[in-house]
């Protein structure tokens, strides 16, 4: 088998060539160093040449990334993962009101109420009311007087329950307000104990939830 043949050292380059290949080898690194790679990586352009090529542009770009990088705070590995972000949801804008009218106080309730009576006879008017609700009144009599019985009932009354607020006899005319001890019915029962046909006329005023006569 045959193989190439060693140089001789006649042909092999001398010291002095070595030597100078070696540093023609340095200048131009180095030249290329100054010249491409200062500029295009670290933004350093000491000839110009690298702004006249476009590198030293982007050697700059690159620092100030670099710069941005070590500004930011390290991020654990555990939360290196980017968190998905579940889409804002788009409120609408409250839809224009009107400021709420001033609440006007509920009037109080009224009624007036006649009633006939005949010699001997009796009736009986009563309000239907919570406890501690309150009732104005003013009753009178015309052609003559009546006994009276002002008084109340309560809802499911025992036996025999009796609640007197006033009584009278032979009177013409009574007012006052009538304040409800409990929930149930209250009101009153004139007699007319003349000898003529009477006529009772009752005006009340406010907070109960029905008037009736009930005798």
Known sequence: MYNTDLPTRSELPSSAALLRSTVIAALVAALLLVVAVLPAEYGIDPTGVGRVLGLTQMGEIKMSLAREAGARPSVPAASAAPATLAPAATVPPPAATKPPAAAKAEAPRQ??????LKPGQAAE???????????????????????????????????????????????????????????????????????????????????????????
């Open 125 to 215: 008017v009563k309000l239907a009311m919570r406890k501690g609700a309150s009732a104005n009144y003013e009753w009178t009599v015309a052609g003559g007087a009546v006994n009276f019985d002002t008084h109340g009932d309560p809802v499911n009354a025992p036996k025999n329950f009796y609640h007197s607020y006033g009584k009278g006899l032979n009177k013409a005319q009574d007012s006052g307000t009538l304040l409800a001890a409990f929930d149930g019915t209250h009101g009153w029962m004139w007699r007319n104990r003349g000898g003529g046909e009477v006529t009772v006329t009752l005006k009340t005023s406010g907070d109960y939830q029905s008037i009736d006569r009930v005798l």
């Open 111 to 116: 009624d007036v109420l006649t009633v006939k």
